[in-house]
């Protein structure tokens, strides 16, 4: 395994601490296990570091800006590359298995390939000048507070809000320009003028036939969404078309981590990643002078995990550049404990769960109504859409139900979706299995937090190493992606290490 990269300065040691959580956190949805997720994240990091500086060198010996992504993005771009050169070199294995699909598929080799078939966002953000670049991102991506962004990059901020705009428009105009410069055929040609209107208004109807090209054209539909500023679509446009694979799921978890104040290079919430040998004997990353590990903040990726899911609207906070629409930053030493390693294995069927509650030999059972609870807490055994509820025998004393779980759908398209589970445990817990059943046959694809395997309509989820410890009172989320078919109606039957949980609405 490659060692970390030294900095050559000050400035650059905080920004290594500011892009390592970034990298890790991605890397993490990359991979199937922890010492995976650390290797792979290491490994892209250095590369990254080598090519940002080779890109710099270059420009100070000839003279002229050589066009390059900013710092975050273009180290994530670093683990997904290392990642096809994993899977090109027989350590695929390593890989989380939908990744390997889309590493052997022609949506992957668009980031590789010509110039101008690659998607319109990345070659966008490519073409502006790199402080405007890394403004568009850490907002709209990282979804930190605008005034926090501004002081990262010596802006006055008052005048910041005024200054993303401008560099909104200039992305704009770039992926506009770039639109008309990609290879099409007629029909979208025909369309390109007509794009270009619609999107530039935020109340503009779009036309029926505008609407069924944009269905079936990928690339006139990527268009739009960078083209289109009103209406928050404009992060997951960035992420997606940056990144790539994993996209959306990696822009959940910097919003959550900004929200929990756990972004920017934060030292204070480390954690074991593996490297413990390279914290000892090599630190050297830190602000203000003082050094201090890189890999000691590789923390600040998975221990978001640990902080509950927001409005469940991504554009709403990504998409705001006043810092007077933003909420308050939490405070993470009160918000979250620090995060631990991460567990082994992926979409595998869960085994027992050593848990902080007694839960006797119960095994997932069917969950009992309480009279007492004004929320919702009857539920149906896995697999059925009978009667809600049971009854106990006469004489009995029903225990009352000891957390509570919320369930936000964040995103929805015809076939799919994304979701978000919270529970708030009463009692503090060693470990966690929360369980829940859909009601109209939808599947689960892809988790992050947590391990998931699904029976029928069934589903559970155990907790990862990192997120497992859950304090009296606390919280903690897994976020997924789903299908659904008939209907997409929310779960019930919530279960926390085989007791029932009420649903909060």
């Known amino acids: 395994?490659?060692?970390?990269?030294?900095?050559?300065?000050?400035?650059?040691?905080?920004?290594?601490?500011?892009?390592?959580?970034?990298?890790?956190?991605?890397?993490?949805?990359?991979?199937?296990?922890?010492?995976?997720?650390?290797?792979?994240?290491?490994?892209?990091?250095?590369?990254?570091?080598?090519?940002?500086?080779?890109?710099?060198?270059?420009?100070?010996?000839?003279?002229?800006?050589?066009?390059?992504?900013?710092?975050?993005?273009?180290?994530?771009?670093?683990?997904?590359?290392?990642?096809?050169a994993w899977e090109a070199h027989g350590q695929g294995h390593r890989l989380d298995p939908d990744l390997r699909l889309w590493l052997n598929s022609e949506?992957?080799?668009?980031?590789?390939?010509?110039?101008?078939?690659?998607?319109?966002?990345?070659?966008?953000?490519?073409?502006?000048?790199?402080?405007?670049a890394a403004l568009l991102w850490l907002v709209e991506v990282e979804a930190l507070p605008l005034p926090a962004v501004a002081r990262r990059l010596g802006l006055d901020p008052v005048a910041a809000a005024e200054e993303l705009g401008q560099v909104r428009t200039l992305f704009r105009d770039r992926?506009?320009?770039?639109?008309?410069?990609?290879?099409?055929?007629?029909?979208?040609?025909?369309?390109?003028?007509?794009?270009?209107?619609?999107?530039?208004?935020?109340?503009?109807?779009?036309?029926?036939?505008?609407?069924?090209?944009?269905?079936?054209?990928?690339?006139?539909?990527?268009?739009?969404?960078?083209l289109r500023l009103h209406g928050g679509g404009l992060p997951a446009a960035l992420a997606g078309g940056v990144i790539g694979w994993?996209?959306?799921?990696?822009?959940?978890?910097?919003?959550?981590?900004?929200?929990?104040?756990l972004s920017g290079g934060r030292t204070d919430a480390a954690a074991d990643t593996g490297l413990a040998e390279i914290k000892e004997a090599a630190p050297r990353i830190g602000r203000t002078g003082l050094l201090v590990a890189a890999v000691i903040v590789s923390g600040l990726a998975l221990t978001v995990s640990l902080m509950p899911f927001g409005t469940g609207d991504d554009r709403g906070v990504s998409a705001r550049g006043d810092a007077a629409d933003r909420r308050p930053v939490a405070d993470p030493a009160v918000s979250s404990p620090a995060a631990t390693t991460r567990v082994e294995g992926s979409l595998v069927s869960p085994g027992p769960v050593a848990t902080g509650v007694d839960t006797g030999s119960k095994s997932d059972p069917e969950p009992q109504g309480t009279p007492s609870s004004p929320a919702r807490a009857t539920s149906k055994a896995p697999g059925s859409k009978g009667s809600k509820g049971s009854t106990k025998p006469s004489g009995s004393t029903e225990e009352p139900a000891s957390c509570e779980v919320k369930y936000a759908v964040v995103d929805q398209w015809t076939d799919g979706f994304q979701a978000s589970v919270t529970v708030t445990s009463a009692k503090a817990l060693d470990s966690w299995r929360i369980g829940w059943a859909f009601d109209d046959g939808q599947r689960v694809t892809q988790m992050w937090d947590g391990t998931v395997a699904q029976?029928?309509?069934?589903?559970?989820?155990?907790?990862?190493?990192?997120?497992k410890s859950v304090a009296a009172g606390g919280s903690f989320a897994v976020g997924?992606?789903?299908?659904?078919?008939?209907?997409?109606?929310s779960p019930d039957a919530f279960t926390l290490n085989g007791g029932r949980c009420t649903t909060a609405h």
């Open 1 to 84: 395994m490659p060692d970390l990269p030294t900095p050559q300065n000050a400035a650059e040691a905080a920004l290594f601490s500011e892009c390592w959580d970034a990298v890790l956190s991605y890397a993490d949805l990359c991979t199937s296990g922890s010492a995976a997720a650390t290797q792979l994240a290491t490994e892209a990091f250095t590369h990254g570091i080598h090519e940002a500086r080779s890109a710099t060198a270059r420009t100070k010996n000839t003279g002229r800006r050589n066009p390059q992504l900013p710092r975050i993005p273009l180290l994530l771009n670093s683990v997904r590359t290392t990642a096809a």
């Open 107 to 132: 949506k992957a080799a668009r980031y590789t390939g010509p110039p101008l078939h690659r998607p319109v966002a990345l070659r966008g953000l490519k073409d502006l000048q790199e402080p405007d």
């Open 175 to 226: 992926c506009h320009r770039n639109h008309l410069d990609t290879p099409m055929d007629a029909d979208c040609r025909s369309y390109a003028r007509l794009l270009d209107a619609v999107t530039r208004s935020p109340g503009a109807e779009t036309p029926e036939d505008l609407s069924r090209h944009l269905a079936r054209c990928v690339e006139c539909a990527e268009a739009a969404a960078c």
């Open 246 to 261: 994993g996209g959306l799921a990696y822009l959940e978890r910097r919003r959550r981590a900004a929200e929990a104040g």
């Open 455 to 467: 029976d029928g309509s069934r589903v559970t989820a155990d907790a990862k190493d990192y997120n």
């Open 480 to 489: 997924f992606l789903g299908t659904w078919h008939d209907g997409n109606t």
